[in-house]
C-alpha cells in the first residue's frame, strides 16, 4: 500500500476498491483476520500513513466511515444515523453531517474501524451465509490547519448476485441485490464514458458513482482489486470480473486535467516542504 499512500501525501486523492462477486474474499482483503493473523489493507495502510504522519508534522488525521445501503448514506461511525451527499456550486462531492474522528495511531484507526464493522448492514444469500449488503467506504483525510489536503478511501463493494443466488432468500435480500447490481452498472457505465473520453460521465447515476467521481477527477490515483473465487460454479463470474479489471486497467481518464482549489493548495504546500516557490492560492 506504500506507493498509494505515498501518493496522498503528495496531495493526490488515492482511492483503492476492491470488486468481486459474492464471496470472493473482498472484506477479507480489506479487513483481514479479526485476530490480527493476517492483515488486510486497512491495517496495512495505516502502517503507512502513520509512519508518514509523524514526517509530516503540519499535516493531522481524520477517520470517517459510512456504508451505502439500497440507495441511502449511513454513517457507520454514529450508530448508522442517516448522512447525505451533496454538490456545491463547483460540483465538489461533500458527506452532509458525517462523523470525522481525529486519529494518530494505528491503534486508533483500527479500534474506530473495528466498531464501524460492527453495524455494517449484512444479510444472508444463496452464495454466503453472511454477505455484506452494502458498500462501505473508509476515508483518511488529511488536513492541514483545518482544511483538505488530500484523503485516501477504501471501498469495500457489495457483491452482484444472479437469480439463482437469491432465489432461496426473503424479499429484502432480493431488493438489496437489485440495488446492489444497479449501482455496480453505474460504475460500469461511468468507467465506460472515461474510457471512450464522452464530454460527459453520468457520476448522478447513483449515489456509489456520485462519492466516487473524486476518485476519477482531477489530480486523482485509483487502484482497483479483482477479487475472483476458484470454484468452478463460479467460472463466469470469474471472467466477467476478470474482463472488467482489464478495461479498468487500461482505462487512461482525461480527468486529470482538471485542478481543484484543493488540488492546488496540496501542490503548494509540496513545493513549500521541497523548497520551491510558492504562491498564495
Known amino acids: ?8 501525501f503528495k496531495g493526490a486523492k488515492t482511492t483503492c476498491f476492491a470488486y468481486g462477486q459474492t464471496g470472493s474474499g473482498k472484506t477479507h482483503t480489506m479487513m483481514g483476520t ?27 488525521l481524520y ?8 440507495g441511502k448514506l449511513y454513517d457507520l461511525l454514529n450508530n448508522r444515523e442517516s448522512v447525505f451527499c451533496r454538490e456545491d456550486g463547483k460540483q465538489r462531492v461533500n ?23 460492527t453495524i455494517r448492514s449484512c444479510g444472508t444469500t444463496g452464495a454466503n451465509a453472511e454477505s455484506s449488503r452494502s458498500h462501505a467506504i473508509l476515508q483518511m483525510t488529511l488536513k492541514h490547519n483545518d482544511k483538505l489536503y488530500s484523503k485516501m478511501s477504501f471501498i469495500d463493494l457489495a457483491g452482484s448476485e444472479r ?9 429484502q435480500t ?9 449501482s455496480l452498472l ?19 447515476g447513483s449515489k456509489l458513482t456520485q462519492v466516487l467521481k473524486d476518485s476519477f477527477v482531477g489530480n486523482s490515483k485509483t487502484t482497483m482489486i479483482a477479487n475472483i473465487s476458484p470454484a468452478s460454479s463460479c467460472c463466469e463470474h ?6 472488467y479489471a482489464d478495461r479498468v486497467k487500461e482505462l487512461k481518464s482525461s480527468g486529470g486535467k482538471t485542478m481543484t482549489k484543493e488540488d492546488k493548495l496540496s501542490k503548494e504546500l509540496m513545493l513549500a516542504r521541497q523548497g520551491g516557490n510558492t504562491r498564495k492560492v
Open 238 to 243: 470469474t471472467l466477467n470480473t476478470l474482463r
Open 174 to 182: 432480493k431488493m438489496d441485490g437489485a440495488e446492489i447490481n444497479k
Open 95 to 117: 458527506i452532509v453531517n458525517l462523523t470525522e474522528t481525529k486519529v494518530s495511531s494505528v491503534e486508533e484507526i483500527m479500534m474506530t474501524l473495528s466498531h464501524g464493522m
Open 63 to 70: 477517520l470517517s466511515f459510512y456504508e451505502i445501503y439500497c
Open 186 to 204: 453505474a460504475l460500469k457505465e461511468c468507467i465506460r464514458a472515461l474510457d471512450q473520453d464522452k464530454k460527459h460521465t453520468p457520476f448522478r
Open 34 to 60: 479479526t485476530d490480527g493473523s493476517v492483515p488486510g489493507l486497512y491495517l496495512l495502510a495505516a502502517y503507512d500513513v502513520i509512519d508518514l504522519l509523524n514526517q509530516y508534522t503540519d499535516l493531522e
Open 1 to 8: 500500500m506504500l506507493p498509494l499512500v505515498a501518493e496522498t
Open 163 to 171: 437469480g439463482a443466488d437469491t432465489m432461496h432468500t426473503n424479499k
